[in-house]
């Protein structure tokens, strides 16, 4: 797909180095979705708008509480606050370096422009370069838990193809895994680059309060409780292997978060588990953690499950403040549920 001719000052930035890659893709958005020809007001009638978008910087200030993370809030405001910067110097067309080129007359237009290039750019490396690159109807392509395709740049024919890894029947949607081979964000940076958390995320942690010079757990009694303990959200008989796959994936994350409170051995620089009744003493001041953690919250998990079954009702970012609450919730009752059985076995 071709650009046309692009006026000079608009060329000169795309082509320095005054910008980083971030910063020229959301001025080539930018041009294109103003002043762009041919094919290019099609792909723009794709996108979505800015209003339908989750990213955190898309969440106004008023809106930033319903995430109730106070961290969450704080890096939400950040974004924001960057992108607000980003648009008052370089894109306002009445303030910015590039006033002359008309790009955004509005700071919705500049906020719109950077969450298309923050939650839809593909990267890769090439070389000993990595390179970010916007893609137009690629970017279509969801992400899966269980991906069945995978996106590659081919940089000697100067092309990019999404193939499947595996035989997808007819009909069946392809989907790309947005975390790379080695996936390693949490909640929150998901929720910062594409507006969405994935149930029964490994990478996510609690933060536990440091106990001193306290007595471990029993990391085999620990794991064992975990094996014991259904998912929370479902009954023994209506548990289904997805909701069992989100269950574990969480207490993989609980066990992470408790790895400074576990005896793992002495190669690993931890000291032998304490006795049972310090132990549960350990185990139950943890939990008192996690309850006073959920405490903070102003709704429960049964209300923030209601909010979702109207979901009709909800708009998109406040159905995906709600999203990301829970999980967090979830995960915090995971853990005191695992913690629970842990202590009940040392009476």
Known sequence: MLHGDLPPQLAAYLMSSRGDWFKRLVCWLLWLSRHGSGIWPLYMQLLPREEEMCSLMNFAPEERSELQCPDMEALAEKERSAIQGLHDTVFSSSTGELAALDLAPEFKHTLWAACMVNSRCFS??????????????????????????????EPDSQSFSITTTEDVPAGAELLISYLGSQPSKGSA????????????????????????????????QLLDAAAQSLPLDSSSSSSTASDEAVHRRRQQAVMK?????????????QGPPGNAAEQQQLATALVQQCQEQLDRHATSIQQDEQLLAAVSKLGP????????????????????????LYASRLS
């Not at 978060?257 to 051995?265: D, T, W």
Request: charged content about 15%; some cysteine.
């Open 124 to 153: 890769d490396n090439v070389g000993r370069e990595a390179l970010s690159l916007m893609v137009p109807c690629a970017d279509m392509a969801n992400h899966g838990m269980q991906p069945n395709a995978a996106y590659k740049l």
């Open 189 to 220: 940076a998901l929720m910062k680059d594409y507006g969405f958390v994935l149930p029964g995320n490994i990478n996510d942690s609690i933060a536990f309060a440091p106990a001193g010079p306290t007595p471990l757990l029993n990391a085999a």
């Open 317 to 340: 970012r406040l159905h995906a403040a709600v999203q990301a609450r829970l999980e967090r919730k979830w995960l915090l009752a995971t853990a005191q549920q695992m913690l629970t």
């Open 257 to 269: 978060s408790l790895k400074p409170f576990v005896a793992l051995g002495d190669s690993m620089g």
